[in-house]
C-alpha cells in the first residue's frame, strides 16, 4: 500500500491542469496486481467552501482498495486541484 500512496502522491501532484480523477485512476490501474481491477467511480459529497470554491468528494472503487479523492474546484478559475486523497 506505502507503494501505491507514494506513487499517488508524487503522480497526482504533478498532473498539472489534467483531469484528476482520469490520472487518479491511470496510476492506480498501473498497480493492477495488487489493487485489482477498477470497479466504479462515485461522488461522496459536494459541498460549498465559500461563494466561489466548492469540495467534491469521489470513491474510486478497485477490487481490494478503495480511493477516495478531494478535489477544490473554482468555477470563476475553471481549474480542479487536488485537496487530499486518502487509500483504504
Not at 74 to 80: D, F, S, Y
Amino acid at each position: 500500500m506505502k507503494k501505491i500512496q507514494l506513487a499517488l502522491t508524487v503522480g497526482l501532484m504533478n498532473q498539472g491542469d489534467t483531469n484528476l480523477l482520469q490520472a487518479a485512476k491511470q496510476l492506480m490501474s498501473s498497480f493492477k496486481d495488487e489493487a485489482g481491477s477498477f470497479m466504479r467511480l462515485h461522488k461522496i459529497e459536494e459541498s460549498n467552501l465559500g461563494r466561489k470554491m466548492r469540495l467534491k468528494r469521489y470513491a474510486l472503487e478497485f477490487e481490494r482498495y478503495t480511493l477516495d479523492l478531494d478535489l477544490v474546484a473554482g468555477p470563476a478559475q475553471g481549474k480542479t486541484s487536488l485537496h487530499g486523497f486518502r487509500l483504504r
